[in-house]
């Protein structure tokens, strides 16, 4: 595991982030190590002013992602979610502007995606979980999901922008 976060541009790099990661037995691994990496992970995706962070954006061959995404009231939520799939989505769908820590440079598009998601996992203690999100949440959820399975927002998008 790397703290660095994987980037595009870089070979070695693109092609982990471009490889699709399948699911893994969470019986196999240690509840230990795997708080450790989530907790990492954690810190690493804050230090980097993100809001998701897949496992293999820093070079793990893990399921895996967190986000930390402010709820209706404003307060920071976070979440870990383990071998995460996106079991249904909303027919409407709604563009917005996205970034990504993997897409230096600071360039963003605009990314349409279905405005309303369910999307199960498993928690660190392997119990299934289920999320019923919309809005930015939505948006995250699809995003990380999108690393995962080797797609990155730049995929998507018809137009790129850089911010300064």
Known sequence: MSDKIFVIGNKKEETVLRKKIPPFDLARESKKELKDLIKKMRVIM????????SANQIGLQKRLFVAQVPDERGHQKFYAVINPEIIKTSKEKSASEEGCLSVPS???GSVERPERIVLE?????????????WGLLARVFQHEVDHLNGIIFIDRTKHLNKKI
């Open 46 to 53: 804050k230090q980097a002013n993100g809001i998701g962070l």
């Open 106 to 108: 600071g360039l963003f």
């Open 121 to 133: 996992g498993y928690n660190i203690e392997g119990k299934k979980i289920k999320f019923k999100a």
